[in-house]
């Protein structure tokens, strides 16, 4: 059983900053592939990045240029730092994991993913 759990969400003005960590049970490296991903009422679940053993980290276009997405193996955790936050990035904040390696398409797609967090609430208020 591998426990996911997310820290760091909670309320912020836009244009502020906010890191999110994922901690969990087992060691992070042994997992291949690590990613945020973010829902909203109504909507699927989208990426907001990737971590990836082979490649490293790699973003989704809502979160590009605002976002950086680290494995620290020392603090066995990963966290999603986002910058310039706007009301849009309202969602709750998931983090999951894989162990084994994917094709490249596959890993920005949430069913890709094994292992999940409970998901953690940011609220970006204008």
């Known amino acids: 059983q591998v426990n996911l759990v997310e820290s760091g969400g909670g309320l912020v003005e836009a244009g502020g900053s906010l890191r999110l960590s994922c901690a969990a049970s087992?060691?992070?490296?042994?997992?291949?592939?690590w990613a945020w991903f973010r829902q909203t009422p109504g909507k699927q679940r989208e990426v907001v990045a990737t971590?990836?053993?082979?490649?490293?980290?790699r973003y989704g276009d809502s979160a590009k240029g605002r976002s950086i997405i680290s494995r620290e193996d020392a603090k066995n955790t990963v966290s999603l730092e986002m910058f310039s936050l706007k009301p849009e990035d309202t969602a709750v904040y998931y983090c999951?994991?894989?162990?084994?390696?994917?094709?490249?398409?596959?890993?920005?797609?949430?069913?890709?993913?094994?292992?999940w967090g409970q998901g953690i609430q940011v609220t970006v208020s204008s």
């Open positions: 999951a994991a894989r162990r084994g390696r994917i094709i490249t398409s596959a890993r920005t797609q949430p069913q890709s993913y094994d292992y």
């Open positions: 087992d060691t992070v490296f042994s997992f291949y592939h």
């Open positions: 971590f990836s053993t082979d490649v490293g980290a």
